[in-house]
């Protein structure tokens, strides 16, 4: 098996060979003078695995093409079976048509993926697993739950209370809270389609005093966080942390949260950060063994 790096994330690739025990597969990635991706893979691979490690992350588009080109390359290369590994599949938050004239975005990366003959996609945490139904391909969708759970349990973090920001994470964090044997309770949160204006409609717990973990699949904006810790300030609770799965690390939203009442926020490294951020109250968590493991099994 060969594992080739795109430019989204080298660091989480280097983790996954050095935990498999092999080098990085040789892989060039530049530019031509008009913009356009160029790849060229240095290796032998006839009748071998190879492996593409490459998130969506920002810059998105970029990223897509350069993995697209990079499969193509593998394939002409006699790759036996190629298994995408893309922490964060960007596009998958666009499921569904929600608003007339939009398309249906999630669909169409899987189409073109497909179009590929990709053998194999191993992806973590879902915005929406239903998505899994566009692939026609081997899929396998596992999530960083269990490595923040094992994570909470050795640094014996102290929380009493799982918050899911909305109805659509309920089933997130009723694992997690399950994991952690805490009570779970969910906050009516209402995003308006145009603006992206968060609203938090209500909360039915007691919270004064509580030691709260917020779980999310990821934080853009941060407007959801943020705006969930300073109602969970007012209503008295004591510490707010919070786990997302995926940082987009959009420029400016680290300083939000750190300026916020947030105490802590926890992220895996599914997307490498393209900032230089220097917070004490963000904590990477790898995902590079869980993928590791994956992997030997394919
Ligand atoms: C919403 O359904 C997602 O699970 C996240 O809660 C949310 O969209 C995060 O985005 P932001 O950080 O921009 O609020």
Same mark, same amino acid.
């Given at each position: 098996?060969? +594992?080739?790096?795109?430019?989204?994330?080298?660091?989480? %690739?280097?983790?996954?060979?050095?935990?498999?025990?092999?080098?990085?597969?040789?892989?060039?990635?530049?530019?031509?003078?008009?913009?356009?991706?160029?790849?060229?893979?240095?290796?032998? +691979?006839?009748?071998?695995? %190879?492996?593409?490690?490459?998130?969506?992350?920002?810059?998105?588009?970029?990223?897509?093409?350069?993995?697209?080109? !990079?499969?193509?390359?593998?394939?002409?290369?006699?790759?036996?079976?190629?298994?995408?590994?893309?922490?964060?599949?960007?596009?998958?938050?666009?499921?569904?048509?929600?608003?007339?004239?939009?398309?249906?975005?999630?669909?169409?990366?899987?189409? !073109?993926?497909?179009?590929?003959?990709?053998?194999?996609?191993?992806?973590?945490?879902?915005?929406?697993?239903?998505? =899994?139904?566009?692939?026609?391909?081997?899929?396998?969708?596992?999530?960083?739950?269990?490595?923040? !759970?094992?994570?909470?349990?050795?640094?014996?973090?102290? #929380?009493?209370?799982?918050? &899911?920001?909305? %109805?659509?994470?309920?089933?997130?964090? %009723?694992?997690?809270?399950?994991?952690?044997?805490?009570?779970?309770?969910?906050?009516?949160?209402?995003?308006?389609?145009? =603006?992206?204006?968060?609203?938090?409609?209500?909360?039915?717990?007691?919270?004064?005093?509580?030691?709260?973990?917020?779980?999310?699949?990821?934080?853009? =904006?941060?407007? =959801?966080?943020?705006?969930?810790?300073?109602?969970?300030?007012?209503?008295?609770?004591?510490?707010?942390?919070?786990?997302?799965?995926?940082?987009?690390?959009?420029?400016?939203?680290?300083?939000? #949260?750190?300026?916020?009442? /947030?105490?802590?926020?926890?992220?895996?490294?599914?997307?490498?950060?393209?900032?230089?951020?220097? &917070?004490?109250?963000?904590?990477? /968590?790898?995902? &590079?063994?869980?993928?590791?493991?994956?992997?030997?099994?394919?």
């Amino acid at each position: 098996m060969k +594992i080739f790096a795109g430019s989204s994330n080298p660091k989480l %690739a280097k983790k996954i060979a050095k935990q498999l025990g092999i080098k990085l597969g040789r892989i060039e990635l530049s530019r031509f003078a008009n913009g356009e991706a160029r790849v060229r893979i240095r290796e032998k +691979i006839i009748k071998e695995k %190879a492996v593409i490690v490459q998130s969506f992350s920002y810059p998105p588009d970029e990223h897509l093409i350069e993995f697209f080109l !990079i499969a193509d390359a593998l394939k002409r290369l006699g790759a036996k079976k190629i298994i995408a590994v893309i922490p964060w599949l960007g596009y998958c938050v666009q499921d569904k048509v929600f608003l007339p004239g939009e398309p249906l975005s999630a669909k169409v990366i899987a189409q !073109i993926i497909q179009s590929l003959k990709i053998d194999r996609l191993i992806t973590l945490d879902l915005h929406n697993e239903t998505i =899994t139904g566009f692939f026609d391909l081997v899929f396998n969708h596992l999530s960083a739950l269990p490595v923040f !759970i094992n994570f909470f349990k050795q640094k014996q973090l102290r #929380i009493n209370l799982v918050i &899911s920001p909305d %109805a659509g994470g309920i089933k997130r964090a %009723a694992k997690l809270a399950k994991g952690l044997n805490l009570a779970m309770t969910v906050i009516n949160k209402e995003r308006d389609l145009i =603006t992206g204006k968060v609203s938090i409609l209500g909360f039915n717990s007691n919270l004064k005093a509580k030691r709260v973990l917020i779980v999310d699949d990821f934080i853009s =904006t941060g407007g =959801t966080l943020i705006k969930i810790s300073h109602f969970l300030k007012k209503a008295g609770v004591k510490k707010i942390y919070a786990a997302t799965i995926h940082h987009f690390y959009i420029k400016g939203v680290q300083e939000k #949260i750190d300026k916020s009442p /947030i105490d802590k926020i926890f992220v895996s490294d599914t997307i490498n950060s393209p900032l230089k951020l220097n &917070s004490k109250k963000l904590k990477i /968590i790898s995902v &590079s063994n869980l993928l590791a493991k994956e992997l030997k099994n394919c």
